[in-house]
């Protein structure tokens, strides 16, 4: 198995540029999770989705985030337009609902940095 | 709501010395636990879980025991390395409410191990 993939694994823009950072998660797994990680603020869970639908979006920050996830296999966080306060590390994670306690598997995380 | 409460760090060790990095919790419910390891530059990977009180988990050396009477989750090994140097993150599953499927995260413990 793969794992969690994660593209790009670095991101360099200029601020008032688009952002789009992609996820596939582990083939069968209903649950994804996107995560925010900063020296400040530590690790943030931005939104999560179940079954391709957004069930809690409380952690994204503002209106310049958005995400989605069109299928069972893909998932995008977009940020339009970056600030260089959203400069960090972006993981996303998936996870099987059942009997393993739902324990996330996390991908190897995007590193942005807007200037 | 469900909380999870870490030691402070940084933790500073000498090669061979014994571990302890207390966790606590509050959940409600029957939550599974867990502890994630994240080596410099890596996404988070879980080192052990257990998913039922009095159980333990273990691995690589490193095994904690779900206490449900003092709500703890302990991480020990009994001999750390300098290779075990990196930042631990113990976390609870919501096993319900409207955050099913949800992770909740300590802050996480910076442990570097010194030859």
């Known amino acids: 198995d793969a794992g969690v993939i994660q593209s790009p694994r670095h991101e360099v823009t200029e601020m008032g540029q688009e952002v789009t950072l992609r996820c596939k998660p582990i083939s069968g797994h209903d649950y994804l999770f996107w995560y925010r990680q900063t020296m400040m603020r530590g690790l943030e869970l931005l939104i999560y989705f179940n079954n391709n639908v957004p069930i809690d979006d409380s952690g994204m920050p503002e209106d310049r985030f958005s995400a989605k996830m069109p299928n069972a296999s893909f998932s995008t966080l977009k940020i339009q337009p970056s600030e260089p306060r959203d400069s960090a590390v972006y993981f996303c994670?998936?996870?099987?609902?059942?009997?393993?306690?739902?324990?996330?598997?996390f991908g190897p995380g995007t590193r942005l940095t807007v200037l | 709501g469900n909380s999870v409460t870490q030691m402070e760090g940084p933790v500073t060790l000498s090669e061979e010395a014994f571990l302890t990095i207390n966790c606590t919790y509050t959940a409600t419910g029957y939550p599974s636990l867990f502890w994630y390891v994240q080596y410099p530059g890596e996404g988070l990977q879980l080192l052990l879980k257990?998913?039922?009180?009095?159980d333990k988990g273990s691995n690589k050396g490193f095994e904690a025991t779900y206490r449900k009477e003092t709500t703890s989750f302990h991480l020990e090994k009994g001999s750390v390395q300098v290779s075990d140097s990196a930042v631990y993150f113990c976390?609870?599953?919501?096993?319900?409410?409207?955050?099913?499927?949800?992770?909740?995260f300590g802050q996480g413990t910076i442990l570097t191990v010194h030859p």
């Open positions: 976390a609870l599953s919501n096993a319900g409410g409207t955050s099913y499927g949800k992770l909740t």
């Open positions: 257990a998913t039922k009180a009095d």
């Open positions: 994670a998936s996870s099987l609902s059942g009997r393993n306690g739902y324990e996330q598997f």
